[in-house]
């Protein structure tokens, strides 16, 4: 059963920005860790950025950092992913996900949504 539902993906040129919208569908996640992951085709699954309700503090990968922002709303357990100056390099399957403690890697994250699709064309 999906947890997580996520939205706000599509198809945008390269230089633009696009925001993605990750919110529980079934449970709360207060105290907990909500990260981005994205998934290209043929390629692993790759940590974006995360932000912890608690504390909120983020972490954000190299491949991101300065141009992606995490941020979210913890009394609704919404989180976001503000994209700027999209690549196609960026083209991707993106997803949120929840874990109880803290980092990048994608299997400790115990909940996933089923992913929304962002297109960068050149």
């Known amino acids: 059963q999906t947890q997580l539902v996520e939205s706000g993906g599509g198809l945008v040129q390269a230089g633009a920005s696009l925001t993605l919208s990750c919110a529980p569908s079934?449970?709360?996640?207060?105290?907990?860790?909500m990260g981005w992951f994205r998934q290209a085709p043929g390629k692993g699954r790759e940590f974006i950025a995360a932000?912890?309700?608690?504390?909120?503090?983020?972490l954000y990968s190299d491949s991101v950092r300065g141009r992606f922002s995490v941020s979210g709303n913890s009394a609704e357990n919404t989180m976001y992913l503000q994209m700027n100056s999209l690549k196609p390099e960026d083209t991707a399957v993106y997803y949120c996900?929840?874990?109880?403690?803290?980092?990048?890697?994608?299997?400790?994250?115990?909940?996933w949504g089923q992913g929304t699709q962002v297109t960068v064309s050149s």
């Open positions: 996900a929840a874990q109880t403690t803290y980092g990048m890697n994608w299997y400790d994250y115990d909940f």
């Open positions: 079934r449970r709360t996640f207060n105290s907990y860790t």
């Open positions: 932000i912890r309700w608690s504390g909120g503090r983020t």
